[in-house]
């Protein structure tokens, strides 16, 4: 069976090679700019992973559709950037930061429009339900996204709703990934759902660690400044959890610590040094690494239904490679 260093081989030629039409430059530079930032790739690589699972070698018939993943996916961190207001993307401008909010709007669509054009290169025998995946996979992208926005104006958010909301923003697309290799590799029908759930489960513990590390994580290694999250009171895993957990004195001191000002860096850095503070006291940090263990090891536990051996040690090692990071 192919090999993890053949996959990564593989997704090395397959991003080196990948084009864009010339012109308008305008509208395609970003797209250009965007794959060349690089990035970790989970989509792709999982997608050849699953496949891998049931075939040798790899085509077109897998690897547009593999591209197509981590097309879309870069397609949604550009409008994500533009409404997060967010400057910094893999330590370096985002693109509406670099070219404004019209082109960073217009050349996000196009670059959904591309991961379309590439998905329909899978194979005809499936088709149609590698296209009915990945299109209830856009839309739920869309309805994780808008249910991050409205958690904005809120409070607080019972960890229910933040668990369904990162499902739809990450875990989705992750399990699409996972799914569509096997798809296309010719998996039953069964093996094809449990490796949806594997890949679903693995994103859930992937958004906790990403969470994780805006707070605790090196800058120079996250790729976007530190305590973001903080200065801006999203609804991450550890605040909806400090939330969940504190007393009544404690979950006041939540609410005042957002609401102090963050318009200058002195400002931002004591935000995020009080907030860090009370994650102290209420273990936060630990519960955030208990819950990405137990997630993954969750994962592991789909992954377990549908092989043994050398083909559950490549998704083992994949989900070690995914979390680890945060150990």
């Known amino acids: 069976m192919v090999n993890e260093f053949q996959i990564s081989d593989m997704l090395t030629k397959l991003f080196g090679n990948i084009s864009f039409s010339d012109t308008p430059a305008g509208l395609y530079d970003p797209l250009r700019y965007m794959i060349a930032l690089g990035g970790k790739q989970i989509r792709p690589r999982l997608c050849l992973t699953t496949y891998a699972l049931y075939k040798d070698k790899f085509g077109d018939d897998i690897l547009q559709p593999a591209a197509a993943l981590e097309v879309f996916h870069n397609f949604t961190l550009i409008h994500d950037d533009i409404m997060d207001h967010s400057p ?4 370096q401008p985002t693109v509406w930061n670099k070219w404004g909010d019209d082109t960073a709007i217009l050349s996000g669509d196009v670059m959904c429009i591309d991961s379309y054009k ?24 869309c309805e994780g996204q808008q249910m991050d926005m409205d958690f904005e104006v809120l409070s607080e958010v019972p960890m229910s709703d933040y668990m369904e909301m990162i499902g739809l923003k990450t875990g989705v697309l992750i399990a699409c990934a996972a799914k569509m290799g096997a798809l296309i590799g ?26 994780f590390l805006d707070a605790y994580g090196n800058e120079a290694t996250f790729g976007k400044p530190i305590g973001g999250d903080i200065v801006n009171n999203k609804k991450s895993w550890l605040t909806t959890r400090a939330l969940e957990k504190a007393d009544e004195i404690l979950h006041q001191q939540i609410l005042d ?13 004591f935000k995020i040094a009080r907030m860090k503070d009370l994650y102290e006291k209420l273990h936060i940090e630990e519960d955030a ?7 993954t090891d969750q994962a592991l536990g789909y992954a377990a239904t ?9 998704l083992r090692r994949f989900a070690e490679r995914l979390v680890g990071r945060v150990k």
């Open 186 to 211: 010719g998996a039953s029908g069964d093996d094809c759902e449990k490796l949806y759930n594997y890949g679903y489960t693995l994103g859930l513990a992937f958004q906790v660690a990403d969470d």
């Open 257 to 269: 610590i957002e609401d102090l000002p963050v318009d200058t860096s002195e400002e931002k850095a």
């Open 289 to 295: 690494k208990y819950e990405i263990i137990r997630l």
């Open 88 to 91: 910094i993307r893999r330590g």
């Open 118 to 141: 590439r998905i329909a290169k899978a194979p005809a025998k499936v088709l149609p339900q590698v296209m009915e995946l990945f299109s209830k996979t856009a839309a739920q992208v």
């Open 306 to 314: 549908v092989c043994t051996g050398v083909r559950y040690e490549i």
